[in-house]
Structures are given as C-alpha cells and as structure tokens.
C-alpha cells in the first residue's frame, strides 16, 4: 500500500491515487526493483565492453563479441524491464516476447545460416502462444488450485505438438505426430484428473 503525498489517501497498487488522480510516489518494493534492475543493466553494459575490448584487441575488429553483446541486452529485457514494470505486464511481456525474436534473428544475421524463419520463428511463436493460453485460463479461473497445473500441462502439451510438426515439415516435409503423441497421452489425462480434483474442491469459507 502506498499513501498519497497530496490528499492522504491509501492505494493499493497502480501509479495514481484513486481520489485525486495524482501520481503516487514509489514504495519501497518498487525502488528496490528499480536499483536491482539498474545493477543488472551495468553488469550486463561491462561484461558486453569486456567482451568487446578483448575482441577487438585480438582480431582488429568486432566479431563474437556482437553475439554477447546481443545476449547481454536481452538479458537485461528478460529480468531487468519487468522490474521496472511489474505492475504493467501488458507492457514488458510483449517487449520481452519482440526482444526474443529479435534476438534470434540478429544471431542469425551474426552466425550465417538460414533457420530463423523456417524454424526459430514458429517454434517461438508456438512456445508464446502456448505459455498465453495457459496464462489466460490461470487468470480466467475463479478459484485457482489443482486448476493450475492442469492449464500449464494443456499450454505444454500443445507446445509439443506444434515443435514437433515445425521441425518435421522443415526436414521431411510431412506431418508427425510420434512424440508429441506419446506426451499427449501421458500429460492429458493427467490435466483432466485435476480439474476434476479442483472440481470436487469445496470452496474455502
């Protein structure tokens, strides 16, 4: 809770008062993310320099150090942007889904090769889309419980499936369903049985 410098009012999250619609100062939690992220950034900044002194000194030009400097900003994306955003993941979690693709394709661009379209694309499309949908019905549940592990397993389990036909129709140029298969056997009826468990859950109170 955070107690307006202007009217005195307490919220409870969001960035302006509720009363008088001003900007709330930021509690403790949030300057703590804040310093957390701006070290992670400056850690991820000298280790990228480092990386690129030490390359340059030794071929006259920039060459692997690129790829860490690439891996070092999307490292910052991944853990430091949401520090500064928790409160707003409509925000960070497209930024950090963009970021990721982005940085598979600059590696592309670094290492040479031909895979980010046929393969690194879709498969990362499918893993989001996957971890979407579980998210959105762990969100959507009115009671969360058992629930929750039976959404995680449906997004992973259609993960799975979607990995397994990318890479098949990339080498073989046919549909598969073996492996995937065999993981949809085992982790879907182990979905049902837990939202059956969550069913017969009475609610607390």
């Known amino acids: 809770m955070t107690k307006c410098t202007s009217c005195g009012a307490i919220a409870e999250g969001g960035d302006t008062c509720p009363r008088c619609g001003k900007a709330l100062p930021a509690d403790r939690s949030s300057r703590a993310l804040a310093l957390a992220s701006k070290i992670i950034g400056a850690l991820c900044g000298l280790g990228a320099l480092a990386e690129m002194v030490v390359d340059y000194a030794l071929r006259g030009v920039l060459g692997w150090s690129l790829i860490g400097l690439a891996s070092s900003a999307l490292l910052w994306i ?3 942007f949401p520090m500064l955003n928790y409160r707003r993941p409509a925000l960070f979690l497209p930024v950090m889904g963009i970021s990721s693709l982005a940085y598979l394709w600059i590696l592309e661009r670094l290492t040479g090769g031909d895979w980010f379209m046929p393969l690194a694309l879709p498969i990362s499309l499918a893993a989001m889309i996957s971890a979407a949908l579980s998210g959105y019905l762990c969100l959507r549940a009115r009671r969360r419980g058992p629930n929750i592990g039976s959404f995680v397993l449906i997004g992973s389990c259609l993960a799975c499936l979607a990995v397994e036909n990318v890479l098949s129709l990339h080498f073989r140029g046919s549909w598969s369903f073996s492996w995937s298969a065999i993981v949809a056997v085992s ?3 182990t979905a049902v049985l837990l ?3 969550q069913k017969r859950l009475r609610p607390a109170g």
Do not use: K, N, Q
């Open 78 to 80: 991944l853990i430091g």
């Open 187 to 189: 982790t879907l009826p």
């Open 195 to 197: 939202l059956g468990i």
